[in-house]
């Protein structure tokens, strides 16, 4: 066959790979999902959720992320660390490469990946593991925390380590830490691993407000004193970060002047850069919460304080990986370039001013139809937050609120709990801004297991 006759077939693969890779983002299709979840509408949110995994666009494992932070302030805390679990096995096979798949999206864009969650989502899965698991049973959550930290040592490895990123050093997630020696302290059976473990929180944030009130209480005094008992209040706080798309400009013009350059100097032209290049970017949300004031039986008791900043991980991570997502687009923009004008070579295009016109329509439109890989874990906090109490035993109310550096705002959410002499119990509440969202747990909740759209 010709290379003329070939010509209606090659435009037409180049049109399929074009109307492949233009789909409507991620941060689109769970707009709906965040405006019911942040809202309080738990029900409506799982609801959405399910019905946009019934039609996945490669963001199956992302949604199930989504579904598991709704589970668990929904008061289902076991089907929550399911969920999880499936993700996290899911994303760490994920990280060997497919070649076919990686070729796959050179033509198209990075959405035809299957995805493997950013850095910071692949760590705090195993935070939201051991917040889930304490919230049950227990039993793994210890486990669970030496997780976190171990996955961030790996991806820091392969970043390149401090030496290349020294920023993620003071980054390092102290939950993981903070919860060994939480359990340990109650447990009274090996001290000197409760002192190691505030030692590494402070250590990795010594910014942490209660940090070095925490060591010296480990390298001197008890669990509380007799007769009371420590209640221990974790918070999300505020709506976490998010992927976004940005247009790269000066990387487009600079491309636009090589590809004229090239256009002039060689036989045939290249498409015109006129779409611009188009990359994800984490973007921080304004939040108004900087923290909760919590009171014990109507007296004020103390203010929740930021044990991870979920947002800055979240930058700080994806710039440890942003010249390798910038020079994959400029990468697949040149591969496509590269095959339009091997199409040119081989039809002859330079001869025929129709075809050739034609060819750079093409090109353009296969450019332009790139999108950007928005994918993300889009209820995440923007901080974990939390504050140890000391109180009498047996029943106390709690009420926490809002704040900000005005003082209080919003919607105060009250419940009780009982004290027990001598032993911990743990508190979680999620705050995206004025108000509580779903229920406040405590530790043991155990209401049964939900299966309604669960992950097989």
Not at 109 to 129: C, F, P, V, W
Not at 324 to 331: P, Q, S, W
Request: charged residues 25%.
């Amino acid at each position: 066959m010709s290379v003329a006759r070939r010509t209606p077939a090659l435009l037409t693969a180049l049109l399929a790979a074009a109307w492949l890779a233009g789909c409507s983002s991620h941060v689109d299709r769970l707009a709906g999902v965040r405006q019911q979840f942040f809202r309080g509408d738990l029900t409506a949110a799982r609801a959405e959720i399910v019905r946009l995994r019934e039609k996945p666009k490669r963001d199956e494992d992302v949604l199930l992320l989504d579904q598991a932070i709704v589970e668990l302030f929904d008061g289902q805390p076991r089907q929550a660390e399911r969920l999880l679990r499936t993700v996290r096995d899911r994303f760490d096979h994920l990280e060997q490469k497919d070649v076919v798949e990686s070729a796959k999206a050179m033509l198209t864009d990075d959405t035809r990946l299957a995805y493997s969650g950013e850095d910071h989502e692949r760590i705090l899965i195993r935070a939201m593991l051991a917040l889930s698991n304490l919230m049950g049973d227990g039993g793994d959550a210890e486990a669970y925390s030496l997780q976190i930290a171990a996955k961030q040592r790996e991806l820091i490895d392969r970043a390149g380590g401090f030496e290349e990123h020294p920023e993620l050093e003071s980054l390092q997630v102290a939950l993981g830490p903070y919860l060994r020696a939480t359990l340990q302290e109650e447990r009274q059976t090996n001290p000197d691993e409760v002192v190691r473990n505030r030692a590494m929180v402070v250590s990795w944030q010594p910014d942490f407000r209660d940090g070095q009130v925490d060591l010296a209480r480990a390298e001197s005094a008890p669990l509380c004193p007799p007769g009371q008992g420590v209640v221990h209040i974790i918070a999300m706080v505020g709506a976490g970060p998010i992927r976004e798309e940005r247009s790269e400009i000066p990387t487009q013009a600079a491309m636009l002047i090589a590809d004229r350059i090239l256009s002039a100097l060689a036989k045939q032209n290249v498409p015109p850069t006129l779409a611009p290049i188009r990359v994800p970017v984490v973007v921080r949300r304004v939040n108004r919460i900087q923290h909760l004031k919590v009171a014990v039986d109507d007296r004020p008791a103390g203010e929740t304080a930021t044990l991870v900043d979920v947002g800055r991980l979240a930058e700080a991570h994806f710039e440890s990986r942003r010249a390798e997502i910038l020079g994959r687009a400029v990468a697949r923009r040149a591969l496509k370039k590269g095959i339009i004008y091997g199409v040119k070579e081989g039809t002859g295009a330079h001869a025929a001013p129709v075809l050739d016109f034609a060819l750079n329509v093409l090109g353009v439109a296969w450019e332009a139809a790139e999108a950007p890989d928005t994918r993300c874990w889009g209820l995440l906090p923007d901080r974990i937050q939390v504050l140890r109490l000391e109180l009498p035993a047996g029943q106390r109310s709690l009420q926490l609120t809002p704040g900000d550096q005005a003082g209080k705002f919003g919607f105060p959410a009250l419940t009780e709990i009982e004290v027990e002499d001598g032993r911990s119990s743990y508190v979680l509440v999620n705050f995206p801004d004025s108000h509580l969202v779903g229920k406040v747990l405590k530790t043991g909740w155990d209401e049964p297991i939900r299966i309604a759209g669960d992950a097989e």
